[in-house]
């Protein structure tokens, strides 16, 4: 099956707008169809699972993850409204959050904060859940991913995952895409679906995730700070805490932070191996 | 509607009647409050319903394995009769496998309308992940439902063709439901039971499977401490023997003339409820005991919840009053003679397990798992308190009603089991 390079060329070319995907689709659809019977029953959700099985084994292997920095975070929470500017998440969906009392009381008066991404876990107790494999580990970088095409919306992925980074989009919306503002219109990059929203089409009724701003990829599957394609939160830390980078890459700075100072992961016990360390 | 009552006046006499009329008002007064949930689901989808991110299963999930547990329960008394030969329950055999069709029935619809795309269901068939505990719970009841219609139609087969010749509405229904077959030799009606015997036997580990594996799709939630326990499964399944059982205790009092006819059957059956009452009661207690003795603060939290939180009325009250402690000394003192005091016991094991199966969903996530995180947010949506909207009360409202509707019409139309030897 041709499947992946179509969808590598797909993923290459920015400049497609959703339509020509969509016709694209199609006509993939119309190629395959002779080859799997029922294809275009099939259709929900192959995006996302061909990008992942294209890029598996061709490239280098990355292992995305986070430095936060606890000692450097001020609390002013730009990473929450960055990311809610990129994504354009829903009130109610929030892939990261700043908590201010994880520690309490503290024998000092200092005050604590802490970002919460996901933590794209090396063993995601969600990915398991998952009746119909909607949500899973990309082979070639790790991020935790969401295919809103295939997620029936049970939330079971929700209970499974202990930290809290699952959201479940109830269709709710801020004022100016409930009034149906110019920015109603501003479609998500996420994933690069550029999808609209609109009453009880995906992503409403789904769950939602963190992904590190994937779409921000090269066709390389590289950021690059520089560029400014860098997870919106990161990019934003007004403390510089955030530090993210490829936790394989011994020149990346969450590899050397992780080398120089002692870092803490949540609930290890469980045995998730987070990608997102904390330093104390 | 008239006609229905009418039907129903001509069946029984006065006092009888008086209490089918007000179950069949019950029902339908049901469906009726319950079409506003069933508009607002379709309507609005979850906008008005009050789970959110933190609890993110609420009333209908608990509707769920509540109905689920019914049904397996209720299938588990109907193979007492077709597999293990205690033909003192043959006669409720047939009223066992409706009870277990109509409960699955709610079940799969409660479960329907708290998915976020209903219109996706069939993904579970087409890509079924089989590391998933809810994949093989939706596969093995899937087969369990089929095993089931099977079972049922076998059950009636030789009754409905029988019947099929009177010129009545229930003579042109049964012609339909016979789809075609005519043979009502003895030759037939004994293949008929060896079939039953068959699909009997398969469905025992079935639903054994199924619904200790609703249990295992709680239990293996290791980050949900309140569900992560290998009690979980077992407690499943006992659970759903005493609701299932207390259920039909109740069912075969009222159906069809039961009180007359299955006087003795209730009683037995009350004393194998009583018994798995009791059985039920010694694992949670052992859940709690054990984990208050460890006094980790994430395995004490539900728990805690459960009997000190803002709901405590639900286990103190429901669950433990009304479910457990009331209808024990019902079945345990002379009273638990009475064909008719043992349904009334019944009638409130069953509606006491519907505590249970809420403060299984609810305290397991209503606990922060990172302390601070509604704090953080701010959003009702992100919040560990939750009591069911409007909307949620309704739609499940519908669902009882519907239940109460088709054991209705069960009632009217399915043949009446004929006496065993």
């Not at chain 1, 520690?103 to 604590?112: G, Q, S, T, Y």
């Not at chain 1, 999808?195 to 994937?214: I, M, Q, Y």
């Not at chain 1, 394989?248 to 700075?253: G, K, W, Y």
Request: proline letters at 5%; hydrophobic letters at 45%; charged letters at 20%.
């Amino acid at each position: 099956m041709n499947r992946p390079t179509v969808e590598d060329q797909l993923e290459r070319d920015p400049s497609l707008s959703p339509m020509e995907r969509r016709e694209m689709l199609a006509l993939l659809g119309k190629w395959v169809g002779a080859a799997v019977a029922g294809a275009g029953v099939f259709r929900a959700g192959e995006a996302l699972a061909q990008q992942s099985e294209a890029a598996a084994g061709t490239k280098r292997k990355r292992r995305y993850g986070m430095v936060i920095d606890t000692r450097r975070c001020v609390g002013c929470r730009a990473c929450v409204i960055a990311c809610k500017a990129e994504n354009k998440t829903p009130p109610g969906v929030y892939y990261t959050v700043v908590f201010d009392h994880v520690i309490e009381p503290r024998i000092d008066d200092k005050p604590l904060f802490m970002t919460k991404p996901c933590f794209h876990c090396e063993h995601p107790p969600c990915v398991d859940v998952c009746p119909v494999s909607a949500t899973f580990k990309r082979e070639q970088d790790g991020i935790v991913v969401v295919d809103y095409d295939r997620c029936i919306g049970c939330r079971y992925c929700m209970t499974a995952c202990p930290y809290s980074a699952r959201w479940f989009d109830f269709d709710e919306n801020y004022a100016p895409v409930e009034e149906n503002t110019a920015y109603a219109s501003v479609p998500s990059p996420e994933y690069r679906q550029f999808r609209r929203r609109a009453k009880g089409r995906s992503p409403v009724g789904n769950v939602r995730k963190c992904h590190f701003c994937l779409h921000l990829q090269d066709e390389n599957g590289e950021y690059n700070k520089a560029e400014g394609r860098w997870p919106a939160c990161a990019k934003t830390c007004t403390g510089h805490a955030i530090h993210f980078g490829d936790l394989l890459d011994p020149a990346s700075d969450v590899h050397r932070l992780l080398r120089e100072r002692v870092a803490v992961r949540l609930k290890e016990e469980l045995g998730t191996e987070p990608n997102v360390f904390y330093l104390l | 509607m008239t006609g229905i009552t009418n039907t129903v006046k001509s069946f029984e006499g006065s006092e009888a009647s008086a209490l089918k009329r007000l179950f069949w008002m019950t029902g339908i007064a049901l469906m009726l409050l319950g079409s506003y949930g069933l508009y607002d689901r379709m309507a609005h989808g979850h906008i008005h319903a009050n789970y959110g991110s933190i609890v993110t299963w609420g009333l209908w999930v608990a509707a769920y394995i509540y109905f689920i547990g019914l049904s397996a329960g209720a299938f588990l008394v109907s193979s007492l009769a077709y597999v293990f030969n205690m033909h003192q329950f043959e006669r409720i055999g047939r009223l066992a496998v409706l009870t277990a069709l109509v409960t699955l029935l709610l079940a799969l619809l409660s479960i329907f309308f708290d998915l976020g795309h209903m219109g996706r269901s069939w993904h579970v068939m087409a890509f079924p992940n089989f590391r998933s505990p809810m994949a093989w719970m939706i596969w093995l009841y899937s087969a369990y439902m089929v095993l089931l219609i099977v079972e049922m139609w076998l059950l009636l087969r030789h009754d409905l063709v029988s019947g099929s010749s009177e010129p009545t509405l229930r003579g042109r229904l049964y012609r339909l439901l016979s789809l075609g077959s005519r043979d009502t030799s003895a030759k037939s009606a004994a293949r008929d039971r060896r079939i039953v015997r068959v699909l009997a036997t398969v469905g025992v580990p079935l639903a054994v499977m199924f619904n200790g594996g609703v249990g295992a799709l709680f239990g293996s939630v290791a980050a949900r401490p309140h569900w992560h326990s290998g009690l979980f499964p077992i407690l499943f399944l006992l659970s759903a023997l005493v609701s299932g059982g207390a259920l039909l205790t109740l069912a075969a009092t009222v159906f069809q003339d039961g009180l007359t006819r299955n006087r003795d059957t209730v009683v037995v059956l009350g004393r194998l409820v009583l018994a798995l009452l009791l059985l039920d009661v010694l694992i949670q207690v052992s859940e709690f005991l054990i984990a208050f003795r460890g006094g980790i603060p994430g395995h004490v939290a539900g728990l805690q919840l459960v009997i000190s939180g803002p709901y405590w009325w639900v286990f103190w009250l429901w669950q433990v009053a009304i479910g457990t402690a009331i209808p024990l000394l019902i079945l345990l003192l002379p009273t638990g003679k009475d064909a008719r005091w043992v349904a009334f016991a019944g009638l409130l094991i069953a509606a006491g397990l519907f505590g249970l199966r809420l403060n299984i969903v609810i305290p397991g996530l209503a606990v922060e798992e990172i302390r601070g995180l509604g704090e953080a947010i701010g959003s009702m949506r992100v919040n560990a308190h939750y009591f069911p909207s409007l909307g949620e009360w309704s739609l499940t409202a519908l669902i009882v009603g519907l239940g109460l509707v088709l054991f209705g019409l069960g009632e009217l139309f399915l043949p009446r089991q004929k006496e065993v030897a």
